[in-house]
């Protein structure tokens, strides 16, 4: 969005403020006068979202406001536990091959329909279907039987047990039938107005401007305090944090810079809270594994010997990261801390180039082959500075070891439909969230490099592929962790990836928000709970 742009939509927003003497407050006091509904809150996103059907998308945006209009099954609590939400309970053989959801009764559609479990049977039918483009099915495919015995009953069976069974259910965000049957799913019109059960019912969407939600009354968990909640698509973070500081956005994610050295004067810690903690997630450099380059392995371990890490931590987070060795968040109980690591040693990474037949004949400082230099494209997307800077830290150490790199930064939409997703590029800068279970099977199996899906990198292994097929058939967690312990040697061993850092998720959000509670989950899990307090309320006459 050009900044005219923003500011005409800053212009808008405030306009919509009829009681705006709140600016005089001093929200650090904590003059809270208990829990109210009114009010909205503008979350700053760098992104649009794509896709309103969740089974649909592959981008975070997407994901992040659907979570707000449809539910799952199950959820996780602050802690992550596994918790009912559209099922009330559930019962789970003693074979653990059969579940049987008990669905809540009081639930019902934006539009007014009830839920019932045609709606969970019709959304499991859609997601198995061979003409639904979908990278999320196969969980799904392995249930054997589906049954819907009754409105309120919904049984699934498989073939061998499944860990990460119970919690698919959560992932699927259940969709109405009654708007969807007999229209193909990738026609629909809820792409673009979405109607769920969730707390917040769609309002509008603006591309690359705004999505707004409102409050849904009828939300079978209560209504939420926030009425609205305004996603702004600013896609650069250091005119979302102007825009901040002016009262244009309420909640977003601070870079590192932000956090250690902008926030700290009195008026923004009048106005704003800050949190600080490990985030569920993860920066790679990944290699396109049908690229010949980077075919050899000894070329994949020396590019990861020659990046440093901790200097990409202390430089580009300013400390506020730990270093990633495997898809896995250090100190969770997955994590193995015992595989092979690729310690910054450029002069390691130059006999490795050199065992596999890349030195630099003509003196020019870049290494060759067959006459061929090494040269190559490492992409990423727009409006995450830390990528971008990140590439170019990559940049020069690889210029150190004989290799020359071009970045190319794209704008996210075309980054992932014309680049990732068609496996159009050499090298890629990208993350993947860290979720709690550690079934990995979309990500590195090889059947899971076709179009669209998420194997972005062609990464294909058969003991990988044996390995996370019987990992998640086991339960018990220390004899699972067996299982994914060997899988991450083997990607440490192969170097697939460049795995560079976890870094910390750091959230601010205006003062003027009380109820919200940081956990293992972050903030944002009680988000119906959060209010402001009637007198520091600031969107209090909307159109």
Not at 48 to 66: H, K, Q, W, Y
Not at 454 to 472: A, P, T
């Amino acid at each position: 969005m050009k900044k005219h742009g923003v500011s005409i939509l800053l212009i808008s927003i405030l306009l919509w403020c009829a009681s705006c003497g709140t600016d005089s407050i001093d929200y650090s006091l904590g003059s809270d006068t208990g829990p109210a509904y009114g009010d909205s809150i503008i979350i700053g996103s760098i992104g649009d979202a794509s896709n309103l059907i969740p089974m649909l998308a592959s981008d975070s945006v997407s994901f992040e406001v659907a979570a707000y209009i449809y539910n799952g099954l199950v959820e996780y609590d602050k802690d992550f536990n596994i918790i009912g939400s559209l099922a009330e309970s559930w019962e789970i053989s003693e074979d653990n091959l059969t579940i049987t959801f008990h669905l809540r009764d009081d639930v019902v559609w934006h539009d007014g329909e009830p839920f019932t479990s045609e709606d969970v049977m019709f959304t499991y039918e859609l997601i198995i279907d061979e003409n639904t483009p979908t990278a999320y099915a196969q969980k799904y495919l392995l249930v054997t039987e589906a049954k819907a015995p009754d409105p309120y009953t919904f049984i699934v069976t498989y073939d061998e047990p499944l860990a990460p069974a119970l919690i698919s259910w959560g992932a699927l965000q259940i969709l109405p039938k009654h708007l969807l049957e007999g229209v193909p799913i990738t026609e629909s019109d809820l792409a673009r107005h979405p109607v769920g059960t969730g707390p917040y019912t769609f309002g509008e969407w603006k591309t690359g401007e705004s999505i707004i939600l409102n409050s849904f009354h009828e939300y079978f968990l209560g209504r939420p305090y926030i009425d609205r909640i305004i996603y702004r698509i600013i896609p650069d973070t250091a005119t979302m944090f102007l825009e901040l500081k002016a009262g244009g956005v309420d909640w977003m994610g601070l870079s590192p810079i932000q956090y250690k050295h902008q926030t700290d004067d009195a008026s923004f810690k009048k106005n704003f809270n800050k949190y600080e903690y490990l985030a569920d997630g993860y920066a790679y450099l990944g290699f396109n594994m049908d690229d010949k380059k980077f075919s050899d392995v000894r070329v994949r371990k020396a590019i990861s010997y020659a990046i440093d890490k901790q200097e990409i931590i202390d430089v580009v987070l300013l400390g506020l990261g730990e270093i990633a060795i495997s898809p896995y968040k250090p100190g969770t109980w997955v994590y193995n801390p015992n595989v092979e690591r690729y310690d910054y040693d450029p002069e390691r990474a130059k006999e490795l180039l050199s065992e596999a037949g890349w030195t630099d004949t003509d003196g020019d400082g870049i290494i060759d082959k067959d006459g061929v230099p090494f040269t190559f494209t490492i992409i990423t997307n727009q409006g995450n500075d830390l990528r971008a800077k990140t590439a170019e830290i990559i940049q020069g150490r690889l210029a150190d070891v004989g290799i020359e790199v071009k970045i190319r930064i794209i704008e996210w939409a075309a980054f992932l439909s014309e680049f990732v997703e068609p496996r159009n590029f050499e090298a890629v800068i990208l993350g993947w969230n860290i979720l709690q279970d550690p079934d990995l099977y979309n990500v590195w199996h090889s059947s899971r490099t076709g179009p669209g899906e998420l194997n972005h990198i062609n990464y294909k292994n058969s003991e990988v592929d044996k390995l996370l097929e019987d990992g998640r058939k086991i339960f018990d967690q220390d004899e699972r962790k067996v299982y994914y312990d060997r899988i991450q040697e083997i990607l440490a061993d192969e170097a697939p990836y460049v795995f560079l850092y976890v870094p910390y998720a750091l959230p601010v959000v205006h003062a003027r928000f009380h109820g919200i509670e940081p956990a293992p989950a972050g903030i944002s899990y009680n988000f119906i709970e959060w209010y402001v307090p009637e007198g520091m309320q600031k969107y209090t006459h909307l159109p």
